[in-house]
């Protein structure tokens, strides 16, 4: 089986009504079949690494999510994975390439400058994936130290971009989970400079007591 097969599944498995519900969800310019994610996944197990191209040119939101799904997380995939942000418009394709990236990250750190790098690109859902590869990293035991993770934050605490907000506020909230203090300490260094966008997602799993000095009560 083959691009065309994997089209012909998904769009056997369309529902309208859905497609224009998760359009409004994700915001994004792209056609849905609303097919939902389950079937990108089994049409992503109908196809090989050669119909990735073609189906992520698509501009289907379920036909790229089926692409993402058959890269493998192994290094010669990187660059493949970074040059599809030019087609993201949404958190939901950038969050699952950037779990792939992660896998790869937690293989091989060096990548980490290429994080670096990214936080100055003036696509946002690449900026965002420097937090988001991070964060879902560390989870996964990539061995990076905490003032190399922070440099990514530091770079993007003043990002006007609401998602790329939401992706370094996760980054910190997960952060504070093993260095609670150090990430308060330094949040408090940014309170009234940075979004309360950062903030607030920071600081959700901290005691409602430290949390209130943040956000009120």
């Known amino acids: 089986m083959g691009a065309k097969e994997i089209r012909e599944y998904l769009r056997s498995k369309a529902d309208r009504k859905r497609a224009e519900k998760e359009k409004k969800y994700l915001k994004t310019s792209l056609k849905l079949y609303g097919a939902g994610i389950p079937a990108s996944r089994a049409a992503a197990k109908l196809g090989t690494e ?13 036909e790229m999510a089926a692409a993402l799904f058959m890269i493998k997380p192994e290094l010669k995939n990187w660059n493949l994975l970074r040059s599809m942000f030019k087609d993201i418009d949404n958190w939901a ?34 900026r965002r994936a420097a937090a988001v590869t991070l964060a879902i990293g560390v989870k996964r035991g990539v061995k990076i130290p905490l003032n190399k993770q922070l440099q990514i934050s530091d770079k993007l605490m003043l990002d006007k971009d609401y998602f790329v907000q939401m992706g370094v506020g996760w980054m910190l909230r997960d952060l504070a989970l093993r260095y609670e203090d150090c990430i308060l300490r330094r949040l408090k260094k940014w309170k009234g400079k940075a979004s309360q966008v950062i903030i607030r997602r920071a600081v959700e799993r901290v005691s409602r007591k430290r949390r209130s000095e943040f956000v009120g009560r």
């Open 50 to 62: 050669k119909d990735i191209g073609q189906l992520w040119d698509s501009g289907v939101f379920e």
């Open 93 to 126: 394709l950038g969050d699952w390439a950037c779990s792939i990236l992660a896998d790869i990250l937690a293989e091989h750190p060096e990548k980490y400058n290429d994080l670096i790098k990214w936080t100055k690109s003036s696509n946002p859902w690449l």
